[in-house]
């Protein structure tokens, strides 16, 4: 068994420490409703099989009322959270009217969390999946596919590039990126759409992105989707919502477009007044119309979405592959960033700067108040003591507003000012105030006539301070 580094280990906790403060005081998302799997018109068979690490997973085969011999099948692999099978019950209900048999489980939930999954344990679960619905009764072995949604477009992948046993692939909402690159893409996105605009959008994708990313503390940031892609070699139709306003769209068509080259078909479709999940419409954030029945995510199916997959899959399975295709992209508005790979935005670097000022502003504040004569002047010890203040307040603020907007989707942004969230503002402001007190307090100890080992005491907290400059240059607290 392998073991973290102590220095990693205090990492982690440092940032699950951040997180589990955002926690308290975020606000909470909508639970999610348990509804009854809905089989009028159609034949069920529940079944339980064995998923990764020997875990028993439960499921729904579902077919046509009067089902035809050995008909293709089809397993659904949904998005991010504990998806349970009614959640993507109405796909299955469109595949089995159009004469497929598919099978829909619930998500694991051990070993699977906010804080933790492993794409791999999911790519097995999925193969138990296809295994166990390429031996039901009326299934043909060699025609069962793969449909991933979401987070379950990484999945049903990887599932596929370990198996000859799955003959297609559907992805919708497809992600050519990591998760975390993904993740602050969909937040710039979110922030646009807000009104806000400058240089919190650079900061999330940045240096907080990596502080995550880095620890361990964002699940599977850093999962590379490209080796099991190139390793396919069976018909794939990608899709993406016009309005996809979760993953990069355009982006991610061009990689799957260059990765799949060793797919024999490969269709790259968009569809129009879509968004991310296949539902309608205008601009990627609502939604049109009424959902189709219970459980189901809000919003009606957008028109097109599953004739364009029924059909297609009947062509995949016939004799001869659909021919590849592309369509065109439809206009990417934000670019997404690739969080860096350089040292001094390494989580360890960020780590090590943060403890290190938190530690010197609080001792000097505790110091202040305790040893009076710790500096020769009135107005020295005053100006210290407020950037110290400041300073600290400065990175503790906005460490914990920056990880509260990537935690909770944006939900955390506050009101917006001028294009700008107010809180960012007011972060922006302490900043600049900070910045201010450590050039007085230069100022004032240039002008103070003090022995020499009072300098070099004194000259400390100027270099605490060129430390907290560094640390606002990067999380860009002076940038416009």
């Known amino acids: 068994m392998n073991h973290l580094p102590v220095s990693r280990l205090f990492a982690v906790a440092c940032v699950l420490a951040l997180l589990m403060a955002v926690l308290s005081i975020a606000p909470a998302g909508p639970a999610t409703a348990t509804t009854p799997f809905d089989c009028d018109g159609f034949t069920c068979t529940d079944v339980t099989f064995t998923g990764g690490n020997g875990l028993a997973l439960h499921g729904t085969v579902i077919g046509p009322a009067e089902p035809h011999a050995q008909m293709p099948g089809i397993v659904l692999v949904g998005g991010a959270g504990p998806v349970p099978r009614t959640q993507v019950q109405y796909e299955a209900r469109a595949f089995a009217a159009a004469g497929l048999t598919a099978l829909v489980y ?57 198996s000859d046993d799955i003959a297609f692939l559907l992805t919708l909402g497809a992600s050519g990126f990591s998760p975390l690159r993904t993740q602050t893409w969909s937040l710039a996105m979110t922030l646009r759409h807000r009104g806000a605009g400058g240089s919190l959008s650079d900061t999330i994708a ?32 990608a899709l993406w919502g016009q309005y996809d306003v979760q993953v990069p769209p355009a982006e991610s068509a061009a990689v799957l477009r260059n990765t799949l080259t060793a797919a024999p078909s490969v269709i790259i479709g968009f569809l129009p007044d879509t968004a991310h999940n296949g539902r309608a419409t205008t601009d990627g954030f609502d939604r049109l119309g009424t959902a189709p029945g219970p459980g189901a995510p809000r919003g009606a199916f957008a028109p097109g979405y599953l004739d364009t997959m029924t059909t297609w899959i009947h062509r995949a399975t016939g004799d001869t592959p659909p021919p590849s295709s592309a369509a065109t992209p439809p206009s990417q508005p934000v670019t997404s960033s690739d969080p860096g790979h350089g ?7 960020q780590l090590v700067l943060i403890a290190a000022l938190v530690l010197a502003f609080t001792t000097y504040l505790l ?26 307040l400065s990175v503790l603020a906005t460490t914990a507003y920056v990880l509260a907007i990537l935690s909770f989707n944006a939900r955390t942004t506050g009101p917006i000012i001028a294009s700008r969230p107010l809180a960012w503002v007011i972060l922006q402001l302490l900043t600049l105030l900070t910045a201010a007190l450590f050039a007085g307090r230069a100022l004032a100890a240039v002008r103070t006539k003090a022995a020499t080992p009072q300098r070099i005491s004194s000259a400390i907290p100027l270099l605490v301070g060129c430390l907290w400059l560094t640390w606002a240059i990067t999380w860009g607290l002076f940038s416009v």
């Open 206 to 237: 940045g240096p907080a992105a990596r502080l995550l990313g880095d620890t361990g503390a964002f699940p599977e940031a850093n999962f590379n989707p490209l080796p099991a892609l190139a390793a396919l070699h069976i018909p794939v139709l």
């Open 106 to 162: 619930d998500k694991r939930t051990d070993g699977y969390s906010f804080a933790h999954r492993d794409f791999s344990l999911l790519a097995d679960d999925t193969l138990a999946a296809v295994q166990t619905l390429s031996r039901t009764t009326g299934v043909r072995a060699d025609q069962v596919g793969v449909w991933g949604f979401s987070e379950g477009a990484w999945v049903a992948p990887l599932a596929a590039s370990r």
């Open 343 to 349: 040292w001094t935005t390494s989580a360890r670097t």
């Open 367 to 392: 110091r202040s108040f305790t040893h009076r004569d710790a500096h020769p002047g009135r107005t020295t010890r005053r100006l210290t003591r407020a950037a110290a203040a400041s300073g600290l």
